[in-house]
C-alpha cells in the first residue's frame, strides 16, 4: 500500500506563491493519477488538479492560471505550484492517486494534509 505524505503549506500573504509535495512511500509510476484536493472550513473537499502518469493536467476553473501540477516519478513526488494565492486559497491540501490494475481502480488514499493559509 502506498502512503503519501504532504508537505510544503503555511502562511502567506495575498498575491505570494508556495510549493506544495506529495511524498510517496513506493514507485508513483503505476498510479495512472495523481490529486490535489483541498478543503476549506464547513465545505466540502473540492478537486484542484489532477495529472496523468503521461503529463495531461487539468484544473479546477478557480485555480487555472495560477496553479501547475506536476510529478517527478524519479523522486516519487507530486507538485503543486501555486502562484498568484488568494484568500479563498486558504485551506488543508490533500493529495491522492488512482490506479488501475486490471478492470478495477484502486485509490491511494489521502495523507494528512497541508495547511495553506493566504491572509489579505
Known amino acids: 500500500q502506498v502512503q503519501l505524505v504532504e508537505s510544503g503549506g503555511g502562511l502567506v500573504q495575498a498575491g505570494g506563491s508556495l510549493r506544495l509535495s506529495c511524498a510517496a512511500s513506493?514507485?508513483?509510476?503505476?498510479?495512472?493519477?495523481m490529486n490535489w484536493y483541498r478543503q476549506a472550513p464547513g465545505k466540502q473537499r473540492e478537486l484542484v488538479a489532477a495529472?496523468?502518469?503521461?503529463?495531461?493536467?487539468n484544473y479546477a476553473d478557480s485555480v487555472k492560471g495560477r496553479f501547475t501540477i506536476s510529478r517527478d516519478n524519479t523522486k516519487n513526488t507530486l507538485y503543486l505550484q501555486m502562484n498568484s494565492l488568494k484568500p479563498e486559497d486558504t485551506a488543508v491540501y490533500y493529495c491522492?492517486?488512482?490506479?488501475?490494475?486490471?478492470?478495477?481502480?484502486?485509490?491511494?488514499?489521502w495523507g494528512q494534509g497541508t495547511q495553506v493559509t493566504v491572509s489579505s
Open positions: 491522492n492517486g488512482e490506479m488501475l490494475v486490471d478492470t478495477i481502480v484502486v485509490v491511494i488514499p
Open positions: 513506493r514507485s508513483i509510476s503505476p498510479i495512472n493519477v
Open positions: 495529472i496523468t502518469s503521461g503529463g495531461s493536467a
